[in-house]
């Protein structure tokens, strides 16, 4: 007779399930904290200075470190490893490593027709991984909504890039380009007479932001406006200069076109700085000068500035990559909505250029050093000075830095517009009649001087 064997207390269990360890929400949770962490930091804080290609760069290795994380603390963490997230995560940033490390060039302009394609792929092999691997309420509740993100920035990405190749923004006949210290400058110049008006771009604007100031105040005499270089429709790329080179650039693309002396500078906002410093390098050429809503020299002495110029710089470095979607150029085209419709259209095509945009950012890190230069006007030798204020939406201290503007010649006038705000006084038609008429009062006086 056979004998049954018991098994007794010793003996192992058949064959019992493996606990469940770990909180794969939680994982998931982190690794996308994570990633949106190391993002901010490495575009708001280490690359805050950094161009374009390196902000993209820095995003995407952010992208890929949240995967990688996902894949190597839930199969280290919990009983449900996501191996799917390794193959993200590696080439994201690979993809960000060489982005910020090596000199890209042409072939970032020309990676937008490539990244929108590669994106939306690991969007499709992450969403399927993830429903095959992931039982938790975060695949739904975060990681499904993080990737329906990273779908519309690829969807926006391709769009942006298919409206930048089929949109124009040529400019107009009636300006011509010179060859002026290696690039091609664009200036516009209409009307006739002596002074001859030379109008100077605040930060961001262009020759049409001046539509309705060059149109008013060429019935009374010439006046030109100019794009500097690597901006509107101005060759080169953007490089750093300050505002002696500035001026020395304005001083020979007058000479190449044959526009002489004397001028009357007019600049809006950081431009009458820069109108400021080309006075000063070039005091003999110039009759008059007229501040439109100016920034002045003390910028950094005003109380809320050194923060606002703080919160530039961030914004300023994220805009051109903004750009390069479909929802951010929308966004950036919103603007100049008052100048007229071609101009508008014009000022809006730059507004949303990553090119435009680039050069803003450039131009907008070399301001102390400019507001710096300027503090060298200390007189324009009584010659006429007209200044033109905004009367709403000023930071503390700006009006009584308008009225120290006032103060550079013992012949000047001082107007505040009611109603005004900074940018409207050449954008908006009626309050640009006031810019106009400021313009054209410096005019006569330096006519009546010459007398």
């Given at each position: 007779?056979?004998?049954?064997s018991?098994?007794t207390?010793?003996?192992?269990?058949?064959?019992?399930?493996?606990?469940?360890?770990?909180?794969i929400?939680?994982?998931?949770?982190?690794?996308?904290?994570?990633?949106?962490?190391?993002?901010?930091?490495?575009?708001?804080?280490?690359?805050?200075r950094?161009?374009e290609?390196?902000?993209?760069g820095?995003?995407?290795?952010?992208?890929?470190?949240?995967?990688?994380?996902?894949?190597i603390?839930?199969?280290?963490?919990?009983?449900?490893?996501?191996p799917?997230?390794?193959?993200?995560g590696?080439?994201?940033?690979v993809?960000?490593?060489?982005?910020?490390?090596?000199?890209?060039?042409?072939?970032?302009?020309l990676?937008?027709?490539?990244?929108?394609?590669?994106?939306?792929a690991?969007?499709?092999?992450?969403?399927?991984?993830a429903?095959?691997?992931?039982?938790?309420?975060?695949?739904?509740?975060?990681?499904?909504p993080?990737?329906?993100?990273?779908?519309?920035?690829?969807?926006?990405?391709?769009?942006?890039?298919?409206?930048?190749?089929?949109?124009?923004?040529?400019a107009?006949?009636?300006?011509?380009?010179?060859?002026?210290?290696?690039?091609r400058l664009?200036?516009?110049?209409?009307?006739?007479?002596?002074?001859?008006?030379?109008?100077?771009?605040?930060?961001?604007?262009?020759?049409?932001?001046?539509?309705?100031?060059?149109?008013?105040?060429?019935?009374?005499?010439?006046?030109?406006?100019y794009?500097?270089?690597?901006?509107?429709?101005?060759?080169?790329k953007?490089?750093a200069?300050?505002?002696?080179?500035?001026?020395a650039?304005?001083h020979?693309?007058?000479?190449?076109?044959?526009?002489?002396?004397?001028?009357?500078?007019?600049?809006?906002?950081?431009?009458?700085?820069?109108?400021?410093?080309?006075a000063?390098?070039?005091?003999?050429q110039?009759?008059?000068?007229?501040?439109?809503d100016?920034s002045?020299?003390?910028?950094?002495?005003?109380?809320?500035?050194?923060?606002?110029?703080?919160m530039m710089?961030?914004?300023?470095?994220?805009?051109?990559?903004?750009?390069?979607?479909?929802?951010?150029?929308?966004?950036?085209?919103?603007?100049?909505?008052?100048?007229?419709?071609?101009?508008r259209?014009?000022?809006?095509?730059?507004?949303?250029?990553?090119?435009?945009?680039?050069?803003d950012?450039?131009?907008?890190?070399?301001?102390?050093?400019?507001?710096?230069?300027?503090?060298?006007v200390?007189?324009?030798?009584?010659?006429?000075l007209?200044?033109?204020?905004?009367?709403?939406?000023?930071?503390?201290?700006?009006?009584?830095?308008?009225?120290?503007?006032?103060?550079?010649?013992?012949?000047?006038?001082?107007?505040?517009?009611a109603?005004?705000?900074?940018?409207?006084?050449?954008?908006?038609?009626?309050?640009?009649?006031?810019?106009s008429?400021?313009?054209?009062h410096?005019?006569?006086?330096a006519?009546s001087a010459?007398?």
């Open positions: 007779m056979s004998a049954i018991v098994p207390s010793s003996s192992p269990a058949a064959s019992p399930e493996v606990a469940a360890k770990g909180h929400g939680l994982v998931v949770l982190a690794s996308i904290a994570a990633g949106l962490a190391l993002g901010v930091v490495l575009v708001l804080a280490v690359f805050v950094a161009d290609p390196r902000i993209t820095s995003a995407l290795f952010a992208l890929g470190a949240g995967f990688a994380l996902l894949a603390a839930s199969a280290r963490y919990t009983s449900q490893p996501q799917w997230a390794r193959v993200p590696a080439a994201s940033m993809a960000g490593a060489f982005v910020l490390l090596v000199p890209t060039g042409r072939f970032f302009e990676a937008g027709w490539v990244w929108p394609v590669l994106l939306a690991l969007v499709v092999s992450s969403f399927r991984g429903r095959r691997s992931l039982a938790s309420w975060s695949r739904r509740a975060l990681l499904y993080a990737l329906a993100v990273l779908s519309l920035i690829a969807v926006g990405g391709a769009a942006g890039t298919v409206m930048a190749a089929i949109s124009s923004n040529t107009p006949t009636n300006g011509h380009t010179y060859l002026v210290n290696g690039n664009y200036l516009d110049c209409t009307g006739s007479g002596s002074p001859t008006v030379v109008l100077f771009n605040g930060l961001g604007e262009r020759t049409p932001s001046w539509a309705w100031v060059q149109a008013n105040v060429s019935a009374t005499t010439r006046v030109c406006s794009d500097r270089a690597g901006e509107g429709w101005s060759g080169g953007a490089a200069q300050d505002g002696k080179q500035m001026a650039d304005l020979a693309l007058l000479a190449a076109a044959h526009i002489p002396g004397p001028y009357v500078v007019a600049g809006h906002s950081v431009g009458g700085v820069y109108a400021l410093v080309y000063e390098q070039y005091s003999s110039i009759a008059g000068v007229a501040l439109i100016s002045t020299p003390y910028q950094f002495d005003l109380p809320e500035y050194p923060r606002d110029y703080s710089k961030r914004v300023f470095a994220l805009v051109p990559t903004l750009a390069r979607t479909a929802m951010g150029k929308v966004m950036l085209r919103s603007g100049h909505g008052t100048l007229p419709p071609q101009a259209n014009a000022a809006r095509s730059f507004a949303s250029s990553p090119r435009e945009l680039r050069a950012r450039i131009e907008l890190l070399q301001l102390p050093s400019i507001f710096d230069e300027a503090k060298a200390h007189t324009l030798d009584g010659k006429p007209a200044v033109v204020s905004a009367g709403v939406g000023e930071m503390r201290g700006w009006a009584a830095a308008q009225t120290k503007l006032a103060q550079l010649s013992t012949n000047s006038t001082h107007r505040t517009v109603g005004a705000a900074h940018e409207t006084l050449l954008e908006d038609e009626a309050f640009a009649g006031f810019a008429a400021a313009i054209t410096v005019v006569e006086m006519r010459d007398r």
